[in-house]
């Protein structure tokens, strides 16, 4: 396997499942009496950009529906040609049963954020490790998918893949 193929596996893979879940336990609750508009401003203090009202639960789901997304937008990047599109299937398939699996990981966070406050140090490991390990897992799932697809892809498509977060 060479580097491209493990660049391009890894990035579509990455998109699909390897983001921290955890970030929101890494500072103190905000007073209820703050505006959403103060929340979005201070979403660099660890509570991500809906602030406190906003469940643990809710923000790593939306979290696994935003990489979702991406991955959706980087088929329709790709422009795929008919005999790519039986292989990017597969990538689809395989990241959505992977995405699945995150998402029932993310069941076990607080489903409102006053919980939030409620959780110990060791939920908060407890958690990132199950995240962690399905996240693994999905990578596992996924990398046969992606290896054939990019085999499968131009040099044109591997440079998109290969950089996807360059900005046109």
């Known amino acids: ?8 596996a890894a990035m579509i893979a990455v ?15 905000q007073p209820a009496d703050q505006t959403m508009a103060h929340d979005h401003a201070s979403h660099q203090h660890g509570w991500g950009r809906f602030g406190k009202n906003y ?22 990047k790709l422009n795929l040609t008919a005999d790519q599109k039986p292989l990017w299937d597969k990538v689809v398939v395989s990241t ?6 995150e998402a029932k990981t993310c069941g076990a966070l607080p489903a409102s954020a006053d919980d939030r406050a409620k959780e110990t140090i060791l939920d908060r490991m407890t958690h990132k490790q199950a995240m962690m390990q399905a996240q693994l897992q999905g990578l596992q799932q996924i990398q046969p998918a992606v290896q054939a697809l990019y085999q499968s892809l131009t040099p044109d498509q591997k440079a998109m893949v290969d950089q996807p977060f360059h900005r046109d």
């Open 1 to 8: 396997m060479n580097k491209s193929t493990i660049a391009g």
């Open 15 to 29: 998109a699909a499942v390897a983001v921290p879940v955890i970030a929101w336990s890494q500072s103190p609750p």
């Open 55 to 76: 469940s643990p639960q809710q923000a790593c789901t939306d979290r696994v529906a935003k990489r979702a997304g991406f991955v959706a937008y980087m088929g329709a």
């Open 96 to 101: 959505q049963a992977a995405q699945a699996n």
